[in-house]
Structures are given as C-alpha cells and as structure tokens.
C-alpha cells in the first residue's frame, strides 16, 4: 500500500494549514504531549503488549513510522515521538545533544508508566536512541539501528570526510535566513540525494514533511541537531568507557546506502550485532521499502520479545 492509497490525514494534523496527505496512525492511537526537563514531547501511542519506542530522523517526524506502528500495535505498546524541536513537539532554544533528548526519552516513558522498551531508531533517532541506551541499559530488550552513524562510534572522524554529508557542517549565522521560504528546496536535497530512486519518496510526503519544517523555529531546531555532534561524540566515546551495550542489536542499511557497514560500523559500540541489508534502497527506508523493512523489524523483534 503506498501513502497516496489512503487520503485521510491524522487528526492530530488538521490544526496545521496545507499539509499533504500521508498514511495515518490507526484511530486508537492517543496523542500526548508530555512535559520533560525544557521541552514537551508530541507522542503517539497505540496497542497493547511489549513496549516498543520508535524514532525518526531529521528531515521526517514520527508520521513517517506509520506503516510500521500499525503492523506492531498487534502486539506491542506502540510508543513514537516526535523528537525535540521536531514535528509537532516543542522548539526550546536548547537541549540538542543527544544525551539530552535520551532523556527526554526517558522522561516520556516514565509518565506513561513503562520501564523496559524495545527500540527502532532511524537517523537522527539512532543518535537520541543510543545515548537513551547508553545511560539506561536495562530498560532496553533490544534495539534495531537504521542507516546512519552515531557521533563518536566506529571510524566517527572517517566518515566526517565524505562530501556527502556537508549538511553535518552547515551552519553560521545566516543558515536559517538562507533556508526561509525555501524549506522544500533544502529538504529535497535530502530526499534526492539519499534514496535509491528519488520517486519512492512521494509528493505526497514531501508536501507534509516541508510544511512541518517551515514551521517557526523548526529549521533552526534541525541545524541544532547537527550542531551537537561534537557534544554528542564527546558523549558517546565517555558512554563507551562503561562498556559496549549488550542488548541485542540489529544494524539495517539500504543496499543503496550503509548497507552492511552499518553493522560494521556499531560492532565498535555493542556486542550483540546482527545485519540486515533491505535490497534496493538508500537512506529512507521506510519510503523505499516498507514492507521489506517493516518484515526485517517484526522478525528481529520477535525474536527478542520480552
């Protein structure tokens, strides 16, 4: 089924003007914003059973785990935010290092009462996901990794060089200005750029996600995510000093993308890594290959259900 198959937008979007329409989360999922230490987080929240946390990255929200939220909910307390600054959560002026978000994190499943979690994490979510595992270990079952690197782990310094990833160094005082009124321009560079066919990653979305981003505060809350990098390796490397993580993890690349470096690259921060490659797909894999990556998620999950 692809996003332009159903046409109804989620509710909790109807407030925000001329946003296009995208796969919705099933009715029963609640919306919550929820308070943490200098934010409020917007989360979903649907099923029953095994509580699983899923995490998006930059130039998406937490709509785009749809897909995969319905097939969990079967089976799984469904929990997705939106990550700080991001979607319909709160833009502080601060708190973009990971460890922060981890907490954040942390701070959303404590008020809904749930202690151990599985984790999905994509991107800038892998990042936020990590350092959440890094400083609460036993809360986390299991923990599936997808398609990008982590600050500070692995050949971190390596993979700084490629040309590819200059947006990790954009910034100044006039990046914001430059941006302004041009939000889907910037974005499509991600989208194109990143995918193995740039067609995969619908119209549809586009529209939804650069209306998101065009949001006040919501460019200057993305460039702050990647301004943290360096925080966040400083982080990292001091989380890594405690030892490897030990919860099963699952490393997913796209074939067009990470691919089995992913695996490579987290065998230096855990010790329980297995690889999964979804064939014919860049960096978004949950728009090129849903289906290939939602069946990837659900076995290693099972496998691993608390």
């Known amino acids: 089924m692809s996003r332009l198959d159903l046409v109804v937008l989620p509710l909790f979007l109807l407030t925000t003007p001329a946003l296009a329409e995208v796969i919705p989360f099933p009715s029963d999922f609640r919306l919550e914003d929820i308070a943490t230490p200098g934010a409020t987080i917007h989360v979903r929240v649907g099923g029953s059973g095994p509580a699983v946390v899923l995490l998006h990255g930059y130039a998406e929200t937490g709509d785009m785990w749809a897909p995969l939220a319905i097939d969990l909910a079967r089976d799984h307390t469904v929990v997705v935010p939106d990550l700080r600054g991001l979607g319909l959560s709160s833009r502080p002026a601060g708190g973009y290092d990971k460890k922060t978000q981890g907490g954040d994190v942390a701070s959303v499943l404590d008020a809904l009462k749930i202690d151990k979690v599985a984790l999905v994490t994509h991107d800038i979510g892998n990042m936020v996901g990590f350092a959440f595992a890094a400083e609460n270990r ?22 700084l060089k490629n040309p590819l990833l200059w947006h990790f160094r954009f910034g100044g005082p006039d990046m914001e200005r430059l941006v302004a009124g041009r939000e889907r321009i910037y974005l499509d560079r991600f989208w194109n750029d990143f995918s193995a066919d740039p067609a995969r990653f619908d119209e549809a979305s586009r529209q939804h996600y650069a209306a998101l981003y065009a949001l006040p505060g919501a460019m200057r809350a993305g460039f702050a995510q990647f301004a943290a990098f360096d925080q966040d390796a400083i982080d990292n490397r001091n989380f890594l000093k405690e030892g490897k993580l030990e919860m099963p993890m699952l490393a997913v690349g796209g074939s067009h993308s990470f691919g089995s470096q992913m695996a490579e690259v987290m065998k230096a921060a855990a010790v329980n890594v297995q690889s999964a490659v979804i064939a014919n797909s860049g960096h978004w894999l949950m728009d090129e290959q849903p289906a290939a990556t939602v069946a990837v998620i659900r076995a290693f999950l099972d496998k691993h259900k608390q």
């Open 138 to 159: 036993a809360r986390v079952t299991s923990f599936v990794i997808m398609d990008a690197p982590v600050p500070g782990v692995g050949p971190w310094d390596e993979i």
